[in-house]
């Protein structure tokens, strides 16, 4: 089946800093990659829609200039939490869709990012 | 899109089968029923979908109403591995996936 590989897994950084999210298609191409944000016992967020070759569209409310997102290829778009602060710490998750399937054709989600702000 | 609604949580017997029950009575002609589930600590993990047919997979079958305004998820045999959070979600090609709070289903030995 489709795969998505999210790293790293786990990121530990401190305040202040700038921390980079990889999402890689591994077995597909995506030209739109989705970006979600999930704090403790809530449902995801969606945060972005990532678009290969063109700009990022964010979901209101979400500082596209603290979460840059890059969709340099049809299998890589990468998050970037900058100037992270602790309440910024939350899991982070990607997903993508296949370019050759339909529009209604479901998701494939990554396995996430938990970020902590120290 | 339509919204969505989901009992909080259920708990099931491990073996027996799982219905879980949603609700999307503004559902429009060309949406989509779609069906995800997140264990803790992971990724949300792809289940079924339909439109207005039941479907059968090797993970579960989707039982949509003939008014569409509702459906359920059938997980025949549940194990302890299908505790997660199951989410419905209704929505029209290209557009965004939302989620909603979903379903907590506890399977108990």
């Known amino acids: 089946g489709a795969v998505v590989s999210q790293h790293p897994s786990r990121v530990i950084c401190k305040s202040g800093t700038s921390v980079k999210i990889e999402c890689r298609s591994l077995?597909?191409?995506?030209?739109?990659m989705f970006w979600y944000r999930q704090f403790p016992k809530q449902s995801l967020m969606l945060m972005a829609t990532?678009?290969?070759?063109?700009?990022?569209?964010?979901e209101q409310g979400v500082e596209k200039d603290k979460f840059l997102i890059n969709h340099a290829s049809l299998t890589l778009s990468t998050l970037t939490v900058t100037s992270a602060h602790p309440e910024d710490s939350s899991f982070y998750i990607c997903?993508?869709?296949?370019?050759?399937?339909?529009?209604?054709?479901?998701?494939?989600f990554g396995n996430g990012t938990r970020l902590t702000v120290t | 899109d339509a919204k969505t609604t989901q009992p909080t949580s259920m708990d099931c017997a491990e073996g027996r089968a799982a219905n879980l029950p949603c609700n999307h009575s503004?559902?429009?002609?060309?949406?989509?029923v779609y069906w995800y589930r997140q264990i803790h600590s992971q990724g949300p993990q792809y289940i079924i979908h339909?439109?207005?047919n039941n479907e059968t997979n090797e993970m579960a079958s989707l039982i949509i109403t003939e008014d569409r305004k509702s459906s359920t998820l059938i997980l025949p045999h549940a194990t302890l591995r299908d505790t997660a959070v199951y989410y419905c979600?209704?929505?029209?090609?290209?557009?965004?996936?939302?989620f909603g709070a979903g379903t907590r289903l506890f399977v108990k030995a």
């Open positions: 997903s993508a869709r296949d370019r050759g399937k339909s529009y209604n054709s479901p998701l494939h």
């Open positions: 077995d597909f191409q995506a030209t739109t």
């Open positions: 990532s678009n290969e070759g063109s700009k990022a569209t964010y």
């Open positions: 503004t559902i429009s002609g060309n949406e989509y």
């Open positions: 339909g439109l207005k």
């Open positions: 979600i209704v929505k029209g090609g290209g557009f965004k996936t939302i």
